[in-house]
């Protein structure tokens, strides 16, 4: 089955940066739209970036300028570059296709922002 792995989250202090990492297997992946999720304590998982198939990208306003979504199809891995992160970022981050493939959600990589 659709397998997503994410890594590369960890704690780090306002300002700091940190790189994720989702490897997809059983997908075909460079054809399709795939997408950076997160979900902070008591909120609904929302929506942080989209890249397709071509590498076309977009962010939602409060990341934009500060995070860099990219993919490396020869390794069906996706990447978010974080940068200049705040305690707002602090949530359990996903990736999965766009729009969301709801079965093969997987166990996210927590990221934490101290102040």
């Known amino acids: 089955q659709v397998q997503l792995v994410e890594s590369g989250g960890g704690l780090v202090q306002t300002g700091g940066s940190l790189r994720l990492s989702c490897a997809a297997s059983n997908i075909f992946f460079s054809r399709i739209t795939m997408g950076w999720y997160r979900q902070a304590p008591g909120n609904q998982r929302e929506l942080v970036a989209t890249i397709t198939s071509g590498s076309s990208t977009n962010y939602v306003d409060f990341v934009r300028g500060r995070f860099t979504i990219s993919r490396d199809n020869t390794k069906s891995t996706m990447y978010l570059q974080m940068n200049s992160l705040k305690p707002e970022d602090t949530a359990v981050y996903y990736c999965?296709?766009?729009?969301?493939?709801?079965?093969?959600w997987g166990q996210g990589t927590q990221v934490t922002v101290s102040s």
């Open positions: 999965n296709t766009h729009p969301p493939l709801n079965a093969v």
